[in-house]
C-alpha cells in the first residue's frame, strides 16, 4: 500500500509539473493507477468485511468520475481544469490516507494476525 501511495503521489507531482503538451498521457497514466490502486483497496475491503468499506469505496468512485470528467474537458481543449484536479487530488489525498487507508492497512494487519498486534523490540545486549 506505501509503494502504491508513492506512486499516486508521483503520478499527481507529474500533472502539475509536465508541459501543456504532455498532460493527456500524464491524466492517462494517472486514471490507470487510480483505477488499479483503487480496484485494489475496495477488494481487500469486500473480502475482509472492512465495516466502513462503503464510505471509502463511495471515495474512490467520486474521484475516478473526476478523473473521467476532466478526461472530457481535456479533450475539448481545456489544460486549466487538469492542474485544478491536481491540486485539488493533492489536498484530498493527505486525509484519505491517513484516516480511511490506515484504517484499512490497521484492519488488514488485524485480521491477518488474529487480533494480536505485531511488536518489535530491540534485543538487548548485557556486556
Ligand atoms: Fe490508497
Ligand atoms: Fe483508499
Same mark, same amino acid.
Given at each position: 500500500?506505501?509503494?502504491?501511495?508513492?506512486?499516486?503521489?508521483?503520478?499527481?507531482?507529474?500533472?502539475?509539473?509536465?508541459?501543456?503538451?504532455?498532460?493527456?498521457?500524464?491524466?492517462?497514466?494517472?486514471?490507470?493507477?487510480?483505477?488499479?490502486?483503487?480496484?485494489?483497496?475496495?477488494?481487500?475491503?469486500?473480502?475482509?468485511?472492512?465495516?466502513?468499506?462503503?464510505?471509502?469505496?463511495?471515495?474512490?468512485?467520486?474521484?475516478?468520475?473526476?478523473?473521467?470528467?476532466?478526461?472530457?474537458? +481535456? &479533450?475539448?481543449?481545456? %489544460?486549466?481544469? /487538469?492542474?485544478?484536479? !491536481?491540486?485539488?487530488? *493533492?489536498?484530498?489525498?493527505?486525509?484519505? @490516507?491517513?484516516?480511511?487507508?490506515?484504517? +484499512? &492497512?490497521?484492519?488488514? %494487519?488485524?485480521? /491477518?494476525?488474529?487480533? !494480536?498486534?505485531?511488536? *518489535?523490540?530491540?534485543?538487548?545486549?548485557? @556486556?
Amino acid at each position: 500500500m506505501d509503494e502504491t501511495h508513492r506512486e499516486f503521489v508521483d503520478l499527481v507531482n507529474a500533472l502539475l509539473t509536465v508541459d501543456d503538451g504532455g498532460l493527456g498521457d500524464a491524466l492517462v497514466a494517472f486514471a490507470a493507477h487510480a483505477e488499479a490502486h483503487f480496484a485494489q483497496e475496495n477488494e481487500w475491503m469486500e473480502k475482509n468485511d472492512f465495516p466502513p468499506r462503503d464510505c471509502h469505496i463511495d471515495e474512490h468512485n467520486k474521484v475516478l468520475a473526476s478523473v473521467y470528467e476532466v478526461q472530457r474537458h +481535456l &479533450a475539448e481543449g481545456d %489544460v486549466a481544469i /487538469v492542474r485544478e484536479l !491536481a491540486v485539488a487530488l *493533492m489536498e484530498w489525498f493527505p486525509a484519505h @490516507a491517513d484516516y480511511l487507508d490506515s484504517a +484499512l &492497512a490497521t484492519w488488514l %494487519v488485524k485480521r /491477518v494476525h488474529a487480533g !494480536a498486534p505485531l511488536v *518489535m523490540r530491540r534485543k538487548v545486549v548485557k @556486556a
